[in-house]
């Protein structure tokens, strides 16, 4: 993992007729329509490394939510970007995309049954003593992804405590605002992957398998229907930075996100620790 520590995760300069990049190129906006949203990473993903959206803003009228997945094409050769990933992107072949619904999202396995459960299974794993890293971590197979950013947290007001509490147990709904999605894909065999989406925490499981990794891989995020707006979510792979102990150890002092108000605390940090971002001044 140690090739992506210091990777800042924007959104490519190609995109669909509808997108707006903010200055960062780390939030779009589709400002038409419901389609030509499709957006991709600006560089190629590497093995287990996450991409990482929050669900900003909602549309209602439409039909349909966020897809998110894979592609095999460099955005830059892309003559013009497909007005949908589903079923345009995909139909040209080397993309793999997963459109997020309200529910049914987790893929069940041969085997499992509904719910995620395997028949005949003990409580073995679940008596599994806790450790730093199983608290820290959601591990796919062998790559370990911190978790610190995985959930997705409500916008700071009287009850975000108690919303808070049901985004970290994955009860609402996938596509609410402040869901936060993510595709990566796990190195299965030689020259094959297969591709998970996180939701809010929580592994989906594989979405699409052996897919061939002899090209580079980027994200494909289509900010589709009822979806209008996401923001990039950065997550840190190796040792957290200051920022993030600091947010981290105020955190975990107070109650819930709206006692930082009776802090005497800059506003600025203040903020940072609601929002998980900084101020733009």
């Not at 993309?95 to 459960?117: C, D, L, M, Q, Y």
Request: net charge negative.
């Amino acid at each position: 993992m140690a090739a992506v520590l210091d990777q800042f995760m924007e959104f490519h300069s190609v995109h669909g007729t509808n997108v707006r990049l903010d200055p960062s190129r780390t939030q779009a906006t589709r400002v038409e329509s419901f389609a030509n949203g499709v957006c991709f990473s600006k560089g190629p993903l590497s093995p287990g490394e996450i991409f990482l959206v929050e669900i900003e803003e909602k549309e209602l009228g439409w039909c349909g939510h966020l897809r998110i997945g894979l592609t095999a094409h460099d955005p830059r050769t892309l003559e013009t970007v497909p007005e949908y990933s589903l079923p345009d992107l995909v139909d040209m072949g080397d993309s793999w995309v997963f459109a997020i619904t309200r529910n049914h999202n987790k893929v069940i396995e041969e085997g499992e049954v509904e719910g995620g459960e395997q028949p005949n299974v003990g409580d073995e794993a679940e008596n599994k003593p806790k450790t730093f890293f199983t608290d820290t971590h959601l591990y796919i197979e062998n790559i370990g992804i911190p978790r610190d950013k995985l959930v997705g947290r409500s916008r700071p007001g009287r009850f975000s405590h108690i919303l808070d509490d049901l985004y970290k147990t994955n009860a609402l709904p996938p596509t609410a605002r402040r869901s936060r999605i993510g595709v990566v894909y796990v190195p299965k065999g030689q020259g094959y992957a297969d591709m998970h989406i996180i939701v809010n925490g929580e592994d989906m499981g594989a979405s699409a398998k052996r897919i061939p990794t002899n090209k580079p891989l980027y994200a494909v995020v289509d900010v589709f229907a009822a979806t209008k707006s996401v923001r990039i979510v950065q997550v840190e792979y190796g040792f957290a930075s200051l920022q993030t102990l600091c947010r981290k150890t105020i955190q975990k002092h107070i109650i819930h996100r709206m006692a930082l108000d009776w802090l005497e605390l800059p506003e600025l940090l203040k903020h940072y620790c609601k929002y998980e971002r900084w101020l733009e001044l």
